[in-house]
């Protein structure tokens, strides 16, 4: 026998925390506690809202009280005005019977213990249900983030290929200055030495390899069976502080390019990690 109909609407929101917000009707709000619970199981990251209706189709479940002392207080001031108006019209019962919360509706205690094993059934199927929504969502962020690391190691190609280019050029311009009249004093040897420090200032091997490093550690993560959005978003910033000290070491126009474009998807990448569990 059916008693009552239940109805759950759960909404999600993408937040790098998470909390749980449960709106009840008043004569339910015992329930709250857990449901929230129920939620916090199954959900480990975002803002989840949960809406949850609950209509008896039984009256005996329900019993009715009479606030008499806000009914007196309606009746005194009904009264009052009566006498200041010089109103004829006598006060009636249904009038004061219509004013708010004189009259209660409240659904028997032990009534609502009963009813608990359908509610929270119904709140387990509307979490099931949304899980899956995410889980179809989350495969739609694997292949985005995914394809954005894909462009980051295409960048990064291009800039190592770009540096024995960006050296041949300074190479070039040292060697110009030799020729110039004032340059005549000084020894090639220096001039060589200066060109070596400069090439090893710009040197960013160290900076190239560990970005592979932690491009290959995101995917890596990205592929793991368990809450990896914090982590996710930790290799973003680390990404980042690596394409910075390439962008400051190098001082190349084409080089700052292709970095202008790595940070870029790495924005990208930490915009869709706040949304990773």
Known sequence: MVSGLVTVEIRSLNYRYMEVVVRLPEDIQCFEKKIK???????????????????S?????????????????YLKGLEKLKKEFKFKDAITLPQLLSFPDVLIYKRKNTYLEREWPRIKKAVE???????KSRGLEGRFMYNDLY?????IENLLLKIEKRIPLMLNKYKKRFLSRLQRPHMKTVKSE?????FASFAQGCDVSEE???????VKNFKQVLKANE?????????????????????????????????IEIKAEIEKIREQAQNVE
């Open 227 to 259: 809450e990896v959005g914090k982590k996710l978003d930790f290799i973003a910033q680390e990404l980042s502080r690596e394409a910075n000290t390439i962008a400051a070491k190098t001082q190349d126009f084409t080089i700052s390019k292709s970095i």
């Open 125 to 131: 199927a509307a979490l099931d249900s949304l899980i």
């Open 190 to 194: 220096r001039l060589e030495a200066d």
């Open 57 to 73: 189709l039984n009256e005996n479940n329900f019993k009715i009280e009479i606030n008499k002392k806000l009914a007196a207080g």
């Open 208 to 214: 190239i390899t560990r970005v592979k490093a932690h």
């Open 37 to 55: 619970q129920l939620a916090q199981h199954k959900i480990r990251r975002g803002r989840v809202n949960i809406s949850l209706n609950f209509e």
């Open 147 to 151: 394809k954005r690391t894909r462009i």
